[in-house]
C-alpha cells in the first residue's frame, strides 16, 4: 500500500502464478461436483461456464498453519504479532462464486472466542 499525492491510498496487487493454478483446481473441483444443480435454477443459467473470476477478493492475508504459507492463524491472530488480529474477507484462500459476508461473520465469532480465551 502506499499514499498518493493526493492522500489517497492505493493497494497494487497481484495474484501469483501459484494462486492462479490453485483457484483454477478449486473451479474444476467445484464445477465439477456442485454446478450441476444450480443450472437448473434460471438464476444462474450455465454457471460453469460464466464462473471464471469472483468478484469478492481475497487471500491478501491469507489464514495459514505457519508464517512462512500465511498472515494469519486459525485464531485469525497474526503471526509474530502480540494482540493484532485480521479478520475479514482478506484472510479467505478461496473467494468461491457467491457472497462472503456469512462466512466473514463467523470467522469473527470464532476470532471472539480466541480473544475471550486469552
Known sequence: ??????????I????SDKDCRSLQKFLAIFFRHYSEP?????????M????????HHSGACR?????SEGVVDADMRVFGT???FVVD????????????GLTIAALAL?????????
Open 110 to 118: 470464532k476470532c471472539c472466542d480466541a480473544v475471550a480465551d486469552d
Open 38 to 46: 444450480f443450472e437448473r435454477f434460471k438464476i444462474f443459467p450455465d
Open 1 to 10: 500500500m502506499c499514499q498518493l499525492d493526493n492522500g489517497a491510498f492505493s
Open 82 to 84: 502480540d494482540n493484532l
Open 63 to 67: 489464514m495459514a498453519m505457519n508464517a
Open 89 to 100: 474477507g482478506s484472510t479467505l484462500a478461496y473467494s468461491g462464486h457467491a457472497n462472503t
Open 48 to 55: 460453469s461456464t460464466s464462473l471464471d473470476s469472483a468478484g
Open 12 to 15: 497494487k496487487w497481484s495474484v
